[in-house]
């Protein structure tokens, strides 16, 4: 059975996604997740003010196309989990959301209109993967913040516009309002 599949029949049997549950706040992998993704947000926040601040905008464009990349890669490497960001809508198309990942994202998008904030939603599961094996899933929502607006928002400079499509030439990461939900870190680890 191909991965698409075996996605598929993991959102198949998990349902909606809830708030992770008393048995999954326990797990050391919620735990480990939940740090690795802090440290992930942190370390391309960090780059992306520095760059911003000695170089402007339009170099954070290579701190975001290069830095997170590798940012997740060397985390990737350290810890043995699979680490990553998506979208529905998408700046990098390396990025796309496999099956289970839309339907977490959409699921973060009914939370939210539910009023859940963005700020505070998560999801775990254990799933069964590739080649049947089985997967601890997490994923952690993105809001768009004030820093984001600047290069995904409605109002962006005009020669900023152009750099970002001339990087992204079939970006759709535009036209966020602050708040919104931006995208997800995104984390797998095999629990076999």
């Known amino acids: 059975m191909n991965r698409a599949a075996m996605m598929g029949i993991a959102v198949l049997l998990a349902g909606a996604w809830p708030a992770p549950s008393a048995a999954a706040e326990a797990s050391t992998d919620l735990t480990t997740a939940r740090q690795i993704v802090k440290r992930f947000a942190g370390e391309l926040k960090g780059e992306l003010k520095k760059a911003v601040g000695e170089e402007g905008f339009e170099h954070a464009i290579g701190v975001c196309k290069d830095a997170a990349p590798r940012i997740a890669a060397t985390l990737s490497a350290e810890t043995g989990w699979q680490v990553g960001r998506t979208a529905l809508r998408l700046r990098n198309p390396a990025n796309a959301p496999d099956s289970v990942e839309s339907?977490?994202?959409?699921?973060?998008?009914?939370?939210?209109?539910?009023?859940?904030?963005?700020?505070?939603?998560?999801?775990?599961?254990?799933?069964?993967?590739?080649?049947?094996?089985?997967?601890f899933r997490y994923m952690k929502a993105i809001p768009t913040g004030e820093l984001c607006l600047t290069c995904h928002g409605s109002d962006i400079d005009p020669k900023l516009a152009a750099r970002i499509r001339a990087a992204y030439p079939e970006d759709q990461a535009t036209g966020f309002k602050l708040g919104e939900l931006r995208g997800a870190f995104t984390l797998a680890k095999p629990l076999d």
């Open 103 to 135: 339907a977490v994202l959409n699921e973060f998008l009914e939370r939210a209109a539910a009023g859940e904030p963005l700020a505070k939603m998560e999801n775990a599961l254990e799933q069964i993967g590739a080649e049947a094996r089985k997967d």
